[in-house]
C-alpha cells in the first residue's frame, strides 16, 4: 500500500490500537524484511570501524532499519507500527549473534546516535529513536514525513491560529511537553469599527461582557424586590456609561492576563493575520493588510471562531450592530429592536429590557432553534411578561437613516403586509459564521462541509490535510461553546505531544441560556428524544416557584424543571431542562449525573436541599403522560 495508507485520518491515536505482538510474517518475508544477519555481519568484523561501516550500508539501502532484539517488547511494539501501517523494514536482530559481539555493536550503535538501546529506528538514512521516539512521531506526524522523505525542521512545532479560548488553551498545553508552539491572531474591525484584544468571542464580545450585563440587569430586579424585604431604595437610577466603562475596563485585564499567560508558557505571540502558502508555511500581515514575515510549522491548528452574519438587505452593514458591538456602545441603545432569535438574541433583549430600553425582538421562525421548544416557548413568554415586544414571522427588507434615529421597513411572511417602526438601535443577531475564508485553505484541498464554510474533522480534530486540525466554532456540527473548544484544543495537544489517547466526548455537554429566567440543559431536548427513542420516553416536569421570589409574586409559577427519562434503560435520563434562577449552577451539577448514567430513581433516592430550587428535581412524580397539573405545592 502506498503513502496514501499513511495519510489515515485515524492514524493519529494509532499508537492505541496496536497489539505488543508484532504479527509474524511468512519466511520468504522472514528473508526479505530481516535478512540474514550471520552473512551480512561476520565474525570476521572484529573492529567497531568495521560494523559500523556495515551498519551504514544497512541504513543506505532500506528505508526502515531497525536494530532490535528478539526478545524485547519495545522492539515489538516498533515493527507492530510498521506492520500496522504495511511498510516494509529491515530489522537486525543483534541477539542472533554472540553476547559480546551484540555488547559491542550497542557500543557502536551509540557512538552513532548516542543512542545504546533498542529498538533504534532509521528510516530514510535519518536516525529517529527509539520506541518512546517512534509512538511520538507516529502521534505527532512527523513519523509520516520521515516516511515521505520530507522530514524537516520547522520555527515551530505547533502554530494555533485563532487567540481565542480554544486556540490559547491547546497552545499553551502544547507548549507545556516542550514543544516549541506560536499563535496568530488579529481581529479584523466589524462594519462599525469594533475590535479587541486577546482572548477570542468569548473574553470580549461574548460570554463574559454578556453575563455581566445579565447581572447589571437581574440586580435592577433585586433592587426592586428589595422593598419586600424591608429596604428603602430611592432614586433607582442606572449608568449605561459607567456599566461600559467598568466591564471593558476589565475585558482590558483579561486581554493583558492571556499576553503574559503566553509568555510564561514560551509560546510566541504574532498580533497578525495568517494565510497559508502551502501545509507547513505561513505568511503573516499585519492591521493594515502589509506583509510583515514567514513562519513554517510542523502541525496547525485552526481556532479562529466565528463573526456575526450580516444579511444583504439595505443599511445591514452600514446602520446595524451586532453583538461585535454592543458591548462596547459608548451611549445608552435606546429604543432597540433585536432581529433574530438565537440564544444571542434573547439573552441581548433580555438585559436590555432589564435595564429599562423599550426592547422588540423580531422573528422569521421559531425561538431558539435546536434548544427544546416547551422551555423556549416559554422564555418567550417570560420575556414578554418582563416588557419585550415581539413581531413574529417578519423579515427585514431595509434599514434607512431618519434623523437620529433608524427607519426599519419588515415584510410578514404570513400576509406579506409591510411593517414599519423607528428605532435607536438594531440589532442584528441572526447567525454567525467561520472565520475560515482568506486564509488559504482553499489552496491545501482542507474539505468544508457540503454548501458551509465550517470545516469537516474526524473524532481527532484532525481536517483532510493530515497535520492540520480544527477545534471551536470553525469546526462543522459540533457544539459552539467556549468549554467545548477549550476541552477539544487540549486533548488534542495532549495527544500530539503528551501520549494522550482521550477524545472528546460531545455527549452530556450542559449549557445556558442566559434570559432573564435563565435556562440550563444537558442531554436531549424533548423533541429529539422523541424521534430517537419513539415510544420510548417518559417525561416528568414541574411548575415551581422559587422560595425568594414568593414576597413579591414576580414570575409567579414560571420556573419549571423537566427530566426525559428512557423507559426501555430503567428509566434513564436521557435529558435535563431546568427554566429559573442560577440556572448554570444547578445544571452544572446535574450533568454529572445524566453523564454517569443516572435513572429516575437515582434522583428519586437523592435527598434535596431545603430550600433550594434545585431540590425539585428529587421529588417529580408528575408526568405529562398522565396530564395531571405541574404546579408545585407546598413544603
Known amino acids: 500500500m502506498q503513502c496514501a495508507v499513511l495519510l489515515s485520518r485515524n492514524i493519529i491515536l494509532f499508537i492505541s490500537t496496536l497489539k505488543v505482538v508484532a504479527p509474524r510474517p511468512s519466511s520468504s518475508r522472514l528473508a526479505r524484511r530481516f535478512g540474514s544477519g550471520n552473512l551480512t555481519f561476520s565474525a570476521k568484523m572484529e573492529t567497531n570501524l568495521e560494523i559500523e561501516s556495515a551498519f551504514r550500508g544497512l541504513i543506505d539501502t532500506n528505508k526502515i532499519v531497525i536494530f532490535s532484539k528478539t526478545t524485547c517488547p519495545f522492539c515489538k511494539k516498533v515493527k507492530n507500527i510498521f506492520n500496522q501501517l504495511q511498510e516494509n523494514y529491515h530489522a537486525l ?83 507545556s511537553y516542550g514543544r516549541k508552539v506560536a499563535c496568530c491572531d488579529l481581529v479584523l474591525p466589524s462594519p462599525q469599527g469594533t475590535s479587541w484584544g486577546l482572548g477570542g468571542t468569548c473574553v470580549n464580545v461574548g460570554c463574559i461582557p454578556k453575563k455581566l450585563m445579565h447581572k447589571a440587569a437581574l440586580m435592577g430586579e433585586d433592587i426592586e424586590d428589595s422593598a419586600y424585604f424591608g429596604w428603602t431604595t430611592d432614586n433607582k437610577r442606572h449608568s449605561w456609561e459607567e456599566m461600559v466603562t467598568n466591564i ?12 503574559t499567560d503566553l509568555k510564561k508558557k514560551e509560546v510566541t505571540y504574532y498580533n497578525a493575520y495568517a494565510k497559508f502558502v502551502d501545509k507547513h508555511t505561513l505568511n503573516l500581515y499585519n492591521k493594515e493588510g502589509n506583509f510583515m514575515k514567514t513562519i513554517t510549522g510542523q502541525n496547525f491548528l485552526l481556532a479562529m471562531g466565528c463573526r456575526p452574519v450580516y444579511p444583504d438587505f439595505p443599511g445591514a452593514r452600514d446602520l446595524c450592530i451586532s453583538s461585535d458591538d454592543v458591548f462596547s456602545l459608548k451611549e445608552p441603545p435606546g429604543k432597540t429592536l433585536i432581529i433574530g432569535a438565537s440564544y444571542i438574541a434573547l439573552e441581548t433583549a433580555g438585559f436590555l429590557v432589564g435595564l429599562g430600553f423599550d426592547v422588540t425582538v423580531m422573528v422569521r421562525s421559531i425561538l431558539l432553534r435546536g434548544f427544546d421548544q416547551d422551555i423556549a416557548n416559554k422564555i418567550g413568554e417570560t420575556l414578554e411578561a418582563h416588557g419585550v415586544k415581539f413581531v413574529p414571522k417578519h423579515v427585514p427588507e431595509s434599514v434607512t437613516k431618519n434623523g437620529e434615529n433608524l427607519l426599519v421597513r419588515a415584510k410578514s411572511l404570513s400576509d406579506g403586509s409591510e411593517y414599519i417602526d423607528t428605532f435607536k438601535t438594531v440589532f442584528l443577531a441572526i447567525g454567525r459564521e ?156 446535574f450533568a454529572l449525573a445524566l453523564k454517569l448514567g443516572a435513572k429516575k430513581d437515582d434522583f428519586n433516592n437523592l435527598i434535596g436541599i431545603h430550600p433550594t430550587c434545585a431540590e425539585i428535581f428529587t421529588t417529580m412524580t408528575i408526568t405529562k403522560a398522565s396530564g395531571k397539573p405541574a404546579e408545585a405545592g407546598g413544603c
Open 93 to 175: 536482530e543483534l541477539d542472533n549473534y554472540p553476547a559480546e559481539k551484540t555488547s559491542q555493536m550497542q557500543d557502536v550503535l551509540k557512538d552513532m546516535t548516542g543512542q545504546r538501546t533498542v529498538p533504534n529506528v532509521f528510516i530514510n538514512k535519518q536516525h529517529v529513536g527509539g520506541c518512546t521516539d517512534t509512538e511520538q512521531a507516529l502521534a505527532d506526524g512527523t513519523l509520516f514525513d520521515r516516511l515521505e522523505g520530507t522530514f524537516n525542521t520547522y520555527d515551530y512545532d505547533y502554530i494555533v491560529i485563532g487567540g481565542g479560548s480554544g486556540g490559547l488553551a491547546s497552545a499553551k498545553e502544547a507548549s
Open 248 to 259: 471593558q475596563d476589565y475585558i482590558k485585564s483579561l486581554n493583558f492576563k492571556y499576553r
Open 434 to 589: 467561520p472565520c475560515t475564508t482568506g486564509i488559504g485553505l482553499e489552496n491545501l484541498n482542507v474539505k468544508f462541509q457540503e454548501s458551509s464554510t465550517r470545516i469537516e474533522v474526524n473524532e481527532f480534530s484532525q481536517t483532510s490535510v493530515r497535520n492540520i486540525f480544527a477545534v471551536g466554532d470553525v469546526v462543522e456540527e459540533k457544539l459552539q461553546l467556549t468549554p467545548v473548544a477549550i476541552q477539544a484544543g487540549k486533548l488534542l495537544a495532549k495527544r500530539l505531544y503528551g501520549k494522550g489517547k482521550a477524545l472528546f466526548d460531545y455527549n452530556h455537554v450542559p449549557t445556558t441560556v442566559f434570559t432573564p429566567l435563565e435556562y440550563g440543559c444537558v442531554g436531549y431536548s424533548e423533541e429529539d428524544a422523541m424521534k430517537k427513542f419513539p415510544d420510548q420516553i417518559e417525561v416528568y416536569h414541574l411548575h415551581f416557584q422559587p422560595l425568594e421570589w414568593d414576597l413579591n409574586k414576580r414570575n409567579k409559577n414560571k420556573s419549571y424543571g423537566k427530566l426525559i427519562c428512557l423507559k426501555s434503560e430503567q428509566e434513564r435520563v436521557v435529558g435535563f431542562h431546568y427554566l429559573g434562577p442560577n440556572a448554570g449552577e444547578i445544571t452544572q451539577g
